[in-house]
């Protein structure tokens, strides 16, 4: 089966660091995905991994091990629109399966 | 436009009731997918089209939920003799192809009620 692990909620301050973390097992792997999807939208694409290694993107950088089962989303110098639900997301074959997502709360 | 279309944005109706959802996928996107999200949860995953064929239909709940997709491209989403657990928005989103890298563009959804 397939399981997808994230905290349920977060909380950080304007202009901080924030790590959001995301552990899996799958039966298959072919790259994971993290999505932003603000209250009452759709989610929006934001990054992508198939190797180990760190994806940097602007404020957002994703990092992933796959012999760990691992993946984080770093996000940088924090903005009240930050605030958001983020979705981890683990492609196997053509499906994807979505963890429940990590609500980002950021304060002034 | 361009992007994935939804139809209706919002549906209320009677338990009990047929209901059809519609996706416009971006044009040329080979991959289709739908999803459920209920209120504070995730994304559930219910079924993929690549191209008009359905190779994974093993997120669909039950006997009364049905989807298909013609000419690759418009697909819908039919639920037979609705029930309240089925109230939910249902997310569509499209991909250029299923092994891609390319991301999953997703429409606005529709947010169904059932009374």
């Known amino acids: 089966g397939q399981n997808i692990d994230q905290p349920t909620e977060m909380t950080a301050t304007e202009g901080a660091i924030v790590q959001i973390n995301c552990t899996y097992q799958t039966s298959g792997f072919n790259g994971l995905f993290w999505y932003q999807q603000h209250a009452g939208e759709a989610p929006t694409f934001l990054s992508y991994n198939v190797l180990d290694g760190l994806e940097e993107k602007g404020r957002f950088s994703s990092f992933l091990s796959r012999s760990k089962g691992y993946s984080y989303l770093l996000l940088k110098e924090l903005q009240m629109k930050d605030s958001a639900s983020y979705l981890c997301a683990v492609r196997d074959s053509g499906k994807s399966t979505f963890g429940d997502g990590t609500t980002l709360t950021v304060k002034p | 436009g361009a992007g994935v279309s939804q139809s209706p944005s919002n549906k209320v109706t009677e338990k009990g009731k047929d209901v059809e959802l519609r996706c416009d996928p971006i044009?040329?996107?080979?991959?289709l997918y739908w999803y459920r999200q209920r209120l504070g949860q995730g994304l559930e995953f219910l079924i993929y089209f690549q191209g008009n064929s359905a190779p994974d239909k093993s997120g669909l709940p039950s006997d009364r939920f049905s989807a298909e997709r013609t000419g690759e491209s418009v697909s819908t989403l039919t639920i037979q003799r609705t029930q309240q657990e089925d109230s939910a928005v249902y997310l569509c989103?499209?991909?250029?192809?299923?092994?891609?890298?390319?991301?999953?563009?997703f429409g606005d959804g529709t947010r169904l009620s059932i009374l």
């Open positions: 044009s040329g996107h080979t991959a």
């Open positions: 989103a499209s991909s250029l192809g299923e092994f891609s890298n390319q991301p999953q563009h």
